[in-house]
């Protein structure tokens, strides 16, 4: 066994019940706070809480722990601008030829459309790419369960930034591969999500949706 994984102890106080319940009721009533937006304010975040944020992402479980991910931050004007332009272009060919006419229905009560102006405005973008392979000295290594590995960095990442105060947009413009093309990332990277990042403009409005209850979705045995 490489020295890089041997088995080390591991301890971690055991909380009170109360102390437990406590911390997951905190916990849950945060998340419930958390909206994706499409109206953000320019005024800019500061670069620790991103960086912080990245590093709870960074600590998820992963595939062998093979932390098949990149993170690329961007908050160049001139690159936002070019993505958008990109995004837009996707976008408008799948509101006008590309999506089945069930997807459109499925998004209109939302208000969405092809114009993505929230990818200038909002003061960074976090586009992550996943990473299918690495290189090295012998030859190319193959990542496993990159999907899911990616998509539980995610999810840290979105809570992470949540409980920091700032709001985000998980957005997929389809295809994506002109994010790789702007960013210059290697071909064994594939666009995953792009997350502009930010505070709600002041005349920030949302959907007024309702989220399945628990009992939807629970099922105990």
């Known amino acids: 066994m490489s020295d890089a994984y ?28 958390r909206r994706s937006i499409r109206f953000f304010s320019p ?26 991910w990149t993170f690329v931050v961007v908050t ?32 209109e009560p939302l208000g969405t459309d092809w114009q993505k102006e929230f990818l200038e405005t909002a003061p960074a973008l976090i586009v992550v790419f996943r990473v ?4 090295e000295e012998g030859g190319r290594v193959l990542h496993y369960y990159v999907s899911e590995s990616v998509g539980i960095a995610c999810g840290f990442l979105l809570a992470a930034l949540n409980a920091a105060g700032v709001s985000a947009l998980t957005h997929t413009p ?9 960013l210059g990332r290697p071909a064994v990277e594939k666009p995953y999500l792009l997350i502009p990042v930010g505070f709600p ?6 959907p007024s949706i309702r989220k ?10």
Do not use: H
Not at 48 to 68: C, D, F, T, Y
Not at 80 to 99: F, G, H, L, P, V
């Open 212 to 221: 399945k209850g628990l009992a939807e979705v629970l099922i105990v045995r």
């Open 6 to 33: 041997r088995p080390i102890p591991y301890e971690r106080p055991r909380l009170p019940e109360s102390e437990m319940i406590r911390a997951a009721r905190e916990f849950r009533d945060l998340a419930l706070q």
């Open 76 to 107: 160049d004007p001139a690159l936002k601008k070019r993505i958008r332009e990109a995004a837009e272009s996707e976008e408008r060919q799948n509101y006008e030829s590309r999506m089945p006419p069930p997807w459109l229905q499925a998004l």
């Open 174 to 182: 389809s295809p994506m591969g002109f994010l790789r093309e702007i």
């Open 201 to 206: 403009a002041a005349n920030c409005t949302v």
């Open 43 to 68: 005024d800019p975040i500061p670069e620790e809480v991103i960086r912080l944020a990245l590093e709870a992402a960074n600590s998820a479980p992963s595939g062998a722990n093979m932390q098949p």
């Open 132 to 135: 299918d392979a690495r290189e």
